[in-house]
């Protein structure tokens, strides 16, 4: 090892001896940071991640690595040193090694040099340095590999130029077994093989942050092999060609050969082995998590996962495949026998195809490919479909993949997030396929339910509803084997097991008034025990055996695991309106990828409010841009929050509009929404907008006067009424937001708590503005440009954080409190009396258990399909945070947050923090000055260190001559 370190040291004081090491290292940052912040637009993706800096390693290597290598043994053989060497009391092997590790060390200083760039990217942002380090330890590996390629190129020629350029073509046909043209050619199958013996896709898998083993011997093979050849090139070198040394000849040679086969076959040998990796993820992305595991072992029913891939795809699509067969063959080993899995090219099985276009609706997908000569359009098939008994789901290309559009126009596509499309799939199904039957006979003890009711003092209007609640009760008892006790209480009689006191103390269980007028109340609750946890169940509004059954089976569901929640959706509904012209204007508003998003965990039914009630197996409210209501609809949400359910209110003051006059965007304030109920409930939803320097750009028509001429454009402008809520503007121990990095609420109103209302509840501020924004009362969101050049609006003097989002849970006073109840009300368009009525509000519940829980967002814009369109155009998928924002309080009002880590996975919810251009350029020119600074200081250390090496003492001319006396 002494003789190989020194070889090492003595190659390096070549480099650093002459301007060579220099050069390559400069070379080498220069190229790297124009890629990272001009190429690769650094600051305009706005991502916290170092991909740009990784992204085009492997074709940087090939060109510098080679420039190293391609002198190794060139110049020794052209200057006639080999010989020297060779007959030194060192290896061949040594001597191999030696310059190999000379070489890596100049790659290593290089990359060394780089990590300012990650560190700026941490300091601006929330990198996960898991991917940082398996970019670098990716660039070793390739680096490893590219020099043994050169050093053995380097020892068949003595002239560099030919060792340059045959060490670049080589390295670069290794490259190019990984592109995704040369799959078109020779199809998927061997193209898989190929991609597997290139660098470059091996390169990709661990700097992303997984490292397999596989990847690994994969890269020590391919250094292993040229170097092996390169000792076998020095040896032959030596040889002559005589009968005498042709035993040493073929040993040699059957030793390297053999030593290439072992490396080969172990690659062989290691290609199944998908477990053993390592994720250095920070949220271990790459790794099946806690909740898909426990998901797969409690199947009770097969689960058949089958992809569709067709052998002939596009070539964007085709190295993806490999990646999603991987991720399912783990899926499988994890479900223990309980998951079927079947990889199909439809074109190959007939009879699959036709099952999949007729039975699942699955359909190849027309893809536009540029070939050498022509484009031409492929049909083929990338799905995967989840069945569970009779439930499935079926994931096309579209819910698979992102594609984000690189600087140079090309698209980049990459899996979203496999793990969370596959197993909310699973979940659907399985969850979907569940009965209340197969529940309840899996349940370890039974359900015990007890009816309080005072049967004496019941309202006309309900004298039957016991009865009907007793026989729903019963006909489930009698179909349970015995999982389901049903009992009877009356508090009010003589001999009762509980007082109206011991109700309310326990269960928090108020009675109702009989009517305003009355001093008797009445009881006609339920209680549900399911293990230790009871559930307190309300009569329905219409007491029909459908209605109870519902009821009772719904808080079944709830109570037991195993139940794919129900999602109520309610947005207004939108009719087209008259400008001041006299012409229609159709509504502007959606929100159709709202209900899709919540439609992957949930099954979303979209629910009308104007009976006065919401369905009683609904398990969370959605209630989108809250306006143009009545007192039912109001009523409904009021008494649903009365019986412990969930809602989510996206409920600002103000809904996107059409500007009636400039042809743009405009903002109205709601008229008839949920401003007052939530005033009631302690939540003060402010008529003012928010504006916030801190903020998400927006493309904004902007009219500039060129030589008397009015020039209209559009430019991507500070806009302060996207209001961009950062890390330390959230709640981050919420699980709403806790796996959250950023969002954006788009012309939020503040939020504003009645401390005395809320004191007894759990209130938590989700969101909050920056210390730089203000309120705004006026409603004009158009920038004035000319009374206000740097911004468009005026900056208030007052400017401190507002809160936009907040959740609470706890119990809730009725806003009908006292109120005649909407319900008694007469028809749409007849006259009501005045008059107090002598009928009680029937069902009006006055306080809520401790369970309800309201999440109320600032924002009714924040959700708009167009203000997603607006975003993705400048910001690509910033607004998935928006919908994911709106996923987490679904899931944390359901209690259902299993999901919630695997769906904060990937990169898109890592952004920068909000900078001026002055800034970003402050950054960019901090890092070329600490390279050239590093760069210097290497130079003037090694220059310090070959000055102050000592000469080697020569012996004086007399000892010389006293040794040749001496030996004579």
Same mark, same amino acid.
């Given at each position: 090892m002494k003789q190989t370190l020194a070889i090492t040291r003595k190659e390096l004081k070549g480099y650093f001896g002459s301007p060579m090491a220099l050069i390559f290292v400069g070379t080498f940052l220069a190229v790297a940071l124009f890629s990272f912040f001009w190429v690769e637009t650094f600051f305009a993706r706005g991502i916290a991640d170092v991909r740009p800096l990784f992204r085009w390693m492997p074709v940087l290597m090939i060109f510098l690595v080679a420039a190293l290598t391609m002198r190794q043994w060139s110049e020794e053989q052209r200057s006639g040193t080999l010989e020297v060497l060779l007959t030194l009391p060192v290896s061949a092997a040594q001597l191999v090694l030696g310059k190999f590790l000379a070489v890596l060390v100049l790659v290593a200083v290089s990359l060394a040099l780089t990590i300012f760039l990650p560190i700026t990217v941490s300091t601006l942002g929330n990198l996960d340095w898991g991917p940082v380090i398996g970019g670098y330890l990716a660039a070793i590996l390739l680096a490893a590999a590219y020099a043994a390629i050169g050093l053995f190129v380097s020892s068949r020629t003595d002239n560099q130029i030919v060792a340059l350029i045959s060490t670049v073509m080589l390295c670069a046909l290794l490259f190019m077994l990984g592109s995704g043209g040369l799959a078109d050619f020779v199809g998927s199958t061997v193209g898989d093989l190929l991609r597997a013996m290139s660098p470059a896709s091996r390169f990709e898998s661990i700097q992303r942050g997984v490292v397999d083993l596989r990847d690994t011997l994969y890269y020590l093979t391919l250094s292993g092999v040229f170097l092996a050849l390169n000792v076998l090139s020095l040896v032959s070198k030596g040889w002559s060609q005589g009968q005498g040394t042709r035993p040493q000849r073929r040993s040699v040679a059957l030793s390297s050969t053999l030593l290439v086969l072992n490396l080969v076959v172990?690659?062989?040998?290691?290609?199944?082995?998908?477990?053993?990796?390592? %994720?250095?993820?920070?949220?271990? *992305?790459?790794?099946?998590? %806690?909740?898909?595991? %426990?998901?797969?072992?409690?199947?009770?029913?097969?689960?058949?996962?089958?992809?569709?891939?067709s052998e002939k795809t596009h070539p964007l699509l085709a190295p993806l495949v490999p990646t999603i067969r991987d991720t399912l063959e783990e899926y499988r080993i994890a479900s223990a026998g309980k998951l079927e899995l079947d990889i199909v090219d439809p074109a190959k099985e007939p009879e699959k195809e036709a099952e999949a276009s007729q039975v699942y609706g699955i359909r190849p997908t027309p893809f536009q490919v540029a070939g050498r000569y022509e484009s031409s359009v492929i049909n083929s098939y990338f799905d995967i479909l989840v069945r569970y008994g009779d439930q499935n789901e079926v994931l096309g290309f579209t819910d698979l993949i992102e594609v984000e559009v690189r600087r140079d126009g090309l698209p980049d596509v990459r899996l979203r997030n496999l793990e969370y499309d596959l197993t909310r799939s699973i979940k659907k199904v399985v969850y979907g396929f569940q009965s209340v039957d197969a529940v309840l006979a899996a349940l370890e003890e039974p359900v015990e339910m007890t009816i309080f009711a005072t049967p004496s003092t019941l309202p006309a209007p309900l004298a039957d509803a016991l009865q009907t609640i007793q026989k729903v009760a019963a006909d489930i008892q009698r179909d349970s084997s015995g999982k389901f006790i049903y009992t009877l209480v009356d508090p009010d009689a003589p001999n009762s097991p509980v007082t109206r006191q011991e109700l309310y103390d326990r269960y928090r269980i108020q009675p109702i008034a009989v009517s305003f007028f009355s001093p008797e109340s009445y009881y006609l609750h339920m209680v549900m025990q399911v293990g230790d946890e009871p559930t307190v169940l309300y009569p329905p509004g219409d007491v029909s055996e459908a209605e109870v059954r519902t009821t009772i089976e719904s808080a079944l569901k709830r109570a037991s695991p195993g139940f794919l929640k129900v999602v109520g959706f309610w947005v207004p509904p939108l009719q087209p309106t008259q400008d001041p012209f006299g012409g229609t204007q159709q509504p502007i508003s959606s929100w159709q990828e709202l209900f899709a998003t919540l439609g992957d965990e949930y099954e979303v039914r979209g629910t009308d409010l104007s009976g006065g009630s919401v369905p009683a197996a609904v398990d969370v409210l959605v209630v989108v841009a809250p306006q143009d209501m009545t007192d039912k609809e109001r009523f409904a949400i009021d008494q649903y929050l009365m019986r412990g359910g969930a809602v989510v209110a996206v409920a600002g003051n103000y809904v996107l509009a059409p500007d009636p006059y400039g042809g743009g965007l405009a903002v109205k304030e709601v008229q008839d929404g949920l401003r007052d109920m939530l005033d009631h409930y302690g939540i003060t939803v402010g008529r003012e907008l928010?504006?916030?320097?801190?903020?998400?750009?927006?493309?904004?028509?902007?009219?500039?006067?060129?030589?008397?001429?009015?020039?209209? $454009?559009?430019?991507?402008? %500070?806009?302060?009424?996207?209001?961009d809520v950062r890390a330390d503007g959230m709640a981050s121990e919420h699980p709403i937001v806790s796996e959250l990095q950023a969002v954006t609420l788009n012309w939020p109103s503040p939020i504003t708590l009645? *401390?005395?209302?809320?004191? $007894?509840?759990?209130?938590? $501020?989700?969101?909050?503005?920056?210390?730089?924004?203000?309120?705004?009362?006026?409603?004009?969101?158009?920038?004035?440009? *000319?009374?206000?050049p740097q911004l468009g609006f005026a900056v208030g003097e007052v400017q401190e954080p507002h809160t936009i989002a907040v959740a609470v849970q706890g119990s809730l006073e009725s806003y009908f409190k006292d109120k005649p109840s909407p319900l008694l009300a007469g028809a749409e368009g007849e006259e009501v009396t005045p008059e107090p009525p002598t009928e009680p509000a029937a069902g009006t519940i006055e306080r809520s258990p401790d369970t309800a829980r309201l999440v109320v967002f600032g924002s009714a814009a924040f959700l708009d399909d167009i203000v997603f369109e607006i975003s993705s155009s400048l910001s690509r998928d910033r607004y998935l945070n928006s919908l994911r924002l709106v996923q987490s309080a679904v899931a944390w009002c359901t209690e259902d947050l299993d999901l919630l880590t695997i769906?904060?996975?990937?990169?898109?919810?890592?952004?920068?923090?909000?900078?001026?251009?002055?800034?970003?350029?402050m950054w960019e020119m901090a890092n070329?000055?600490?390279?050239?600074?590093?760069?210097?200081?290497?130079?003037?250390?090694?220059?310090?260190?070959?000055?102050? $090496?000592?000469?080697?003492?020569?012996?004086p001319p007399e000892a010389l001559s006293t040794s040749a006396s001496e030996v004579k």
């Open positions: 172990a690659n062989v040998w290691a290609y199944p082995l998908r477990g053993l990796r390592l %994720d250095l993820t920070q949220h271990r *992305e790459y790794t099946l998590s %806690d909740t898909t595991r %426990d998901l797969l072992n409690n199947l009770q029913e097969p689960l058949l996962i089958r992809g569709y891939f928010v504006l916030d320097l801190q903020n998400e750009p927006f493309p904004v028509p902007v009219v500039r006067n060129v030589g008397g001429i009015q020039i209209q $454009e559009i430019q991507a402008l %500070d806009y302060p009424f996207f209001v009645d *401390e005395a209302k809320n004191a $007894e509840r759990q209130i938590i $501020e989700l969101l909050r503005s920056s210390k730089a924004s203000w309120t705004q009362a006026d409603s004009n969101i158009q920038p004035n440009f *000319e009374l206000h769906r904060a996975r990937g990169t898109t919810a890592r952004l920068l923090d909000p900078l001026t251009e002055r800034g970003q350029s070329y000055a600490v390279a050239l600074l590093a760069l210097v200081l290497i130079g003037v250390v090694w220059n310090v260190r070959r000055r102050s $090496e000592q000469p080697m003492e020569l012996m």
